[in-house]
T-cell receptor, first 110, second 115 residues
Framework: DGGITQSPKYLFRKEGQNVTLSCEQN?????MYWYRQDPGQGLRLIYY???????QKGDIAEGYSVSREKKESFPLTVTSAQKNPTAFYLC?????????FGPGTRLLVL | AQSVTQLGSHVSVSEGALVLLRCNYS??????LFWYVQYPNQGLQLLLK??????LVKGINGFEAEFKKSETSFHLTKPSAHMSDAAEYFC?????????????FGQGTTLQVKP
């Protein structure tokens, strides 16, 4: 089955801790994206990558970091600098003009 | 700059009634437009897309949308609502003329279907 997987489904972060959200796709898509979703605010772009070993900041990149060492993988790290990390995080990949989304990871702060 | 406005954060219809979710966009270039649906605690699922072919676009689950350039609109409709249509719906436009593929999303519309 081709698709996008995100893990874990739920993630808990302690104060001062960095956490990493996984996003994997086997669709052979070059471009991948990370979004943050908060209630009533739609989706906001955190980072995106159009090709391996290259990525660009989105609209709300502060407090986040990414890597793109493999075409299939685009992990997102929420650093301790992100003071309000509680949100639903969505990963997507793109073919042509269309983005396809993973199932999401909900990050909660302890 | 591109933008998307979804009119009405909440829409409530009775089962069997017409569903109309409104989306207006602004774009300096011919737009690519999308509707996505999101069920609770799930990712976004593509309903349909407009990519400058036919102006009436048919999607999954009986939904369709019509691109109206003169009105800068891309409203989503379904003739008869089902209980399973209750979800949040997002309209989106591709950002600018660059090839980054970045999407600009509306704020979303929550559809409630009453029995």
């Amino acid at each position: 089955d081709g698709g996008i997987t995100q893990s874990p489904k739920y993630l808990f972060r302690k104060e001062g801790q960095n956490v990493t959200l996984s996003c994997e796709q086997n669709l052979n898509h070059d471009a991948m994206y990370w979004y943050r979703q908060d209630p009533g605010q739609g989706l906001r772009l955190i980072y995106y990558s159009q090709i391996v070993n290259d990525f660009q900041k989105g609209d709300i990149a502060e407090g986040y970091s990414v890597s793109r060492e493999k075409k299939e993988s685009f992990p997102l790290t929420v650093t301790s600098a992100q003071k309000n990390p509680t949100a639903f995080y969505l990963c997507a990949s793109r073919v042509g003009e269309t983005q396809y989304f993973g199932p999401g990871t909900r990050l909660l702060v302890l | 700059a591109q933008s998307v406005t979804q009119l009405g954060s909440h829409v409530s219809v009775s089962e069997g009634a017409l569903v109309l979710l409104r989306c207006n966009y602004s774009s300096s270039v011919p737009p690519y437009l999308f509707w996505y649906v999101q069920y609770p605690n799930q990712g976004l699922q593509l309903l349909l897309k407009y990519t400058s072919a036919a102006t009436l676009v048919k999607g999954i689950n009986g939904f369709e949308a019509e691109f109206k350039k003169s009105e800068t609109s891309f409203h989503l409709t379904k003739p008869s609502a089902h209980m399973s249509d209750a979800a949040e719906y997002f309209c989106a436009v591709v950002h600018g003329s660059s090839n980054t593929g970045k999407l600009i999303f509306g704020q979303g519309t929550t559809l409630q279907v009453k029995p």
